[in-house]
């Protein structure tokens, strides 16, 4: 229902293609979850957001509330940009101070198999969206962009559930929503990508622009073009059916488990904005 009052959460979740083909977090029918809402649109000042889930979660720690988003918030006829700051309008508003995201991957990294399992620790933007930001009013310094502890818990769920778990590499963002060619794919492996893929970004660093760590999960779909070989439609589609509840359990142990008041130094490096821009005369 658009107009709804955004309900508390501490944890954020941009729901990707690894759980796209499963209903998060109900499917798991884990006992720790209550679904506490559903269906949930609010009216923001960037468009009416996409649906979230509310629910929370019961761990070691004590109980957590979470929102969760499909496909990073991506509908038909919403530009990506405007669906990602909807998204995190929202986050803010609930007070979110932890985004966890997954999502399926190409390689570029020719070490890199199908079903391998990235928790990337660097990023590199090649996407032209332009003026991304909720606040906008601090400095976003970009040393240590993905939060240490929230990948540690990340990595620790994922390593006992896939034959290989890597704990860093760099995500190398593009637009979308078509694949790349040969000869894009050469010219990104020689920039330093090891996946590439169509999230992360902005994600990334909106998070650190409404005060939140950001971390995410991603599993290797098909090959880069003209890395080791030809990817095939059939195994990439097997992915996405086969992988997603355990992508979708890593998640929710990463929010079951992880520490709010880490020390991860994540919020050290948002800074006041020594740049207070003029407002558009109305
Ligand atoms: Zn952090």
New binding site residues.
Partial sequence: MAGTIVPHAQFGICGGSGTLSFAFPAGLADERVTVLAEDLVFDTPFGRSPAFTHFSVDGPLGTRHALAVKMHGWRRNVKRGDASLQVFWVFHEAGVR?VVADGGVGSLNHLLDPRDVVVPNDFIDLTVKQDIYVRGDHLLVMRQPV????SRHLYLSASPAFPRVYRRGTYLVTDGPRFETPAEVDYMKRLGGDVIGQSFAPEVFLSRDIGA???GIYIVVNYGEGVVKEWEHAEMKSIFFDESETIARCVLDTVAEADLQ?A????DLRKPSLLGLPEEPR
């Fill in positions: 932890k939060c240490p502890d929230l760590c950001y971390a880490a991860c130094g994540c919020m």
